[in-house]
């Protein structure tokens, strides 16, 4: 069966700096792995997806993440913070018929 | 083009009761799929509706259940509520419900179970 891991429940950087959120998968099969950033009171929207066609792949507002599978990886990462960025954000992996198993999150801090 | 919608958006009751929540998925998607996040943890899987039937199903009792109308909206039923079933009920949908498919989320429903 296919799960994610995210490592580091909170994460707090200062704004303009390096943002990097931890996800490892586990899967019998090759991965479909998601991004999806979660603010205060609402529902889940979708910053990037990784469906094999690249290993680079490029979302919304800034945000990018790499496969990597040797290491069973699919770190999210943004160059420059913004205090809007402030939010949970989860990782998660499909399954053959597209149910989500979604990691944990990781509530990230923008400090000014 | 409305995105998914839920309702109600929060709901309290009491151990025992019933619920009933309601998800209308994004225009000229058929399928649909159910969350439940619990306070400070990620949403897990209920369940998926495709084609009016129940297609695949996560950890949860028979407690939970579904179903599909015919214009692809759906309802997620929770019987002898627990306490433990206070969260925020997530619907989501997509097409198809492969799994490269973008799954888009409502809102969500807020349950509160006293």
């Known amino acids: 069966a296919q799960s994610v891991t995210q490592l580091g429940s909170h994460v707090s950087v200062s704004e303009g700096a390096l943002v990097l959120l931890r996800c490892n998968y586990s899967?019998?099969?090759?991965?479909?792995l998601f991004w999806y950033v979660q603010y205060p009171n609402q529902g889940l929207q979708l910053l990037l997806k990784y469906t094999s066609a690249a290993t680079l792949v490029k979302g919304i507002n800034g945000f990018e993440a790499e496969f990597k599978k040797s290491e069973t990886s699919f770190h999210l990462t943004k160059p420059s913070a913004h205090m809007s960025d402030a939010a949970e954000y989860f990782c998660?992996?499909?399954?053959?018929?597209?149910?989500?198993?979604f990691g944990a999150g990781t509530r990230l801090t923008v400090k000014p | 083009d409305a995105g998914v919608t839920q309702s109600p958006t929060h709901l309290i009751k009491t151990r025992g009761q019933q619920v009933t929540l309601r998800c209308s998925p994004k225009?000229?998607?058929?399928?649909v799929s159910w969350y439940q996040q619990a306070l400070g943890q990620g949403p897990q899987f209920i369940f998926q509706?495709?084609?009016?039937?129940?297609?695949q199903r996560g950890n949860f009792p028979d407690r939970f259940s579904g179903h599909q109308f015919p214009n692809y909206s759906s309802e997620l039923n929770v019987n002898a509520l627990l306490l433990g079933d206070s969260a925020l009920y997530l619907c989501?949908?997509?097409?198809?419900?492969?799994?490269?498919?973008?799954?888009?989320f409502g809102p969500g429903t807020r349950l509160t179970v006293l």
């Open positions: 509706y495709y084609e009016e039937e129940e297609r």
């Open positions: 225009s000229g998607h058929d399928t």
């Open positions: 899967s019998s099969v090759p991965p479909y």
């Open positions: 989501a949908s997509s097409l198809v419900g492969g799994s490269t498919d973008t799954q888009y």
């Open positions: 998660a992996v499909t399954g053959p018929t597209g149910d989500m198993r």
